[in-house]
């Protein structure tokens, strides 16, 4: 995932957010929440497009129409066949089963980055425009955006059923991370050494990672009641320190010890 998208994202997003009302899914109660996310693509769109007349006046226009025509011809039809495609490999893979299907929106986060996100409020992955169409396995990288995000839809379906409130709290944060990486590297990736940082320099890497590292151990014995015990006991900042220590509890607690 590149740092060079709020390039593209500046050319593409007068066009990509046009066509939002067509591109959503929605459930009939959500109304109000999807209503948001359209006033604040409706943001976007005007934020950007002193931006993009800039870029078309610098004889640039011909690179816009590769970019949008790449998008629509190639990201979007894959997207949508990837998404029920991956979500029957994760149901077999982890014995589980998506209670329903998320909607999907083409557009850029509000991130701003090549990330993708879940948007819980409205059940939607958000896939933005990338230049992942660019490179030689740019299916595989958005394959990989979608396991992870899936994860998170999962993760809220579960919440959802357990009555729990979307994650705010900094272990909250890594659980729901920790999560989306379960689901996208699987249940045995290559084992790998991780400390918690000891001071407050937190980065991405420390998110995810230490994410993964902090629920693996936990989801492997028994993913519906690992990922129970750590949504109704997410981890402390001393816990955080000391991974561990709160893996070895959590797992006494799911097998009864």
Known sequence: MSGNFSKIYKQVIETITGELVNKAKFGA????????LIAAAAFLRAEYKNSLISLENRGRNENLQQILNLHRQQVEPHVTEAIPRIMKEQEKYFRIKYARSPGVLFIASHTGDDSGMYAPDIDTLIIPPTEATTAPDWKHQLDEIIRHELGHFWDDLRREKLGLPPPKTLGEKIILEGTGEYFRRGRFAQPFTYSWPQNDNITPEDIYDGGYFLVRPILNVD???????????????????????????????????
């Open 29 to 36: 109660g959500r109304l109000a929440a999807y209503m948001v």
């Open 223 to 257: 993913l519906i009641e690992g990922h129970q015990y750590l949504s109704r006991n997410p981890p402390a900042e001393e816990d955080l320190r000391n991974m561990r220590a709160y893996q070895r509890r959590a797992k006494d607690h799911i097998l009864g010890k």
